[in-house]
């Protein structure tokens, strides 16, 4: 791993030099040595624009991502970075006095903030994160009634699989789904929304964030690698995806900051839809 690590931060500072061509080419040596793609190399080349996108973030990137932020990751997010997305969920649900869940689906988890703010809806929590020290953090709270370490995808997989099992009443669906922090680290939505759908009964709400980019930016494409080594999506893909998967009753799609990024703020969509 240290040849990795070298590799790595070769490339991170010729990309920081404004040295492109000599990035992509040790971020290329990061993939040979490291096909898992711990440091994200595939990411930040789309990002660069010397790459094709992965359809998704890294898993192992992306758990070795949170795992080192855990301890400080609410402070970073939601201070340093202005992430209010759970918050903002609960105040719309709030409006809504009758509203009420029965089972409640927190993927990415992460540190439990929605399970926090959107608990006080559901009689049942369970929340999912690849990150097992973010889930760590989680259970601390103690707002889950299950905790579970897994890629999402992977996990609604497994949960439909299960219902056929011999337990499977132990795995019925569920009539809330959240994903407030999953979209960003996702390209292709078609295995996340096929997921939720197959996991949720007729009537199910999906809400969730998605970063966005301008119009123009997408250069008729439905998602892009962002210069900040995420993903966006255009509202119409978004849209196409909730229909095709069901969910075409829509009852909000805000414009939103999602967070901020150096200083600037990153535009995008906070969604709830409905399944038919």
């Given at each position: ?31 040979e040595i490291d ?48 992430y209010a997305v ?157 229909e095709r998967f ?31």
């Open positions: 791993m240290e040849r990795l690590s070298e590799a790595y931060d070769a490339a991170l500072e010729m990309e920081k030099a404004g040295e492109s061509e000599k990035a992509a080419t040790l971020y290329r040596t990061c993939l096909p898992a793609d711990t440091c994200g190399a595939s990411v930040r080349l789309a990002a660069m624009g010397l790459g094709d996108a992965p359809d998704k973030a890294p898993d192992a990137y992306v758990a070795t991502l949170f795992d080192q932020h855990a301890e400080v990751f609410d402070d970073i997010l939601t201070g340093d970075l202005g759970p918050m903002q969920l609960a105040g719309i649900f709030g409006q809504e006095p009758d509203l009420h869940f029965a089972r409640m689906l927190d993927l990415g988890c992460g540190t439990g903030l929605s399970g926090m703010t959107l608990g006080p809806f559901c009689e049942h929590a369970t929340g999912v994160d690849i990150s097992e020290n973010m889930v760590d953090m989680a259970d601390e709270r103690a707002v889950y009634d299950a905790l579970f370490v897994n890629e999402a995808v992977h996990f609604l997989e497994e949960w439909e699989k299960a219902r056929s099992t011999d337990d499977g009443a132990d795995y019925a669906p569920f009539d809330l789904v959240v994903a407030t922090d999953v979209l960003p680290y996702v390209g292709a939505l078609e295995p996340l929304f096929a997921g939720v759908a197959a996991n949720t009964g007729p009537g199910a709400c999906f809400a969730f964030s998605s970063e966005t980019l301008p119009g123009d930016a997408f250069a008729g494409k439905s998602w892009r690698v962002t210069p900040n080594q995420r993903f966006a999506h255009s509202a119409d893909y978004l849209k196409a995806c909730l069901g969910f075409a009753r829509i009852s909000a799609f805000d414009p939103i900051t999602v967070r901020s990024e150096q200083g600037e703020p990153i535009p995008g969509w906070l969604v709830i839809a409905w399944k038919d």
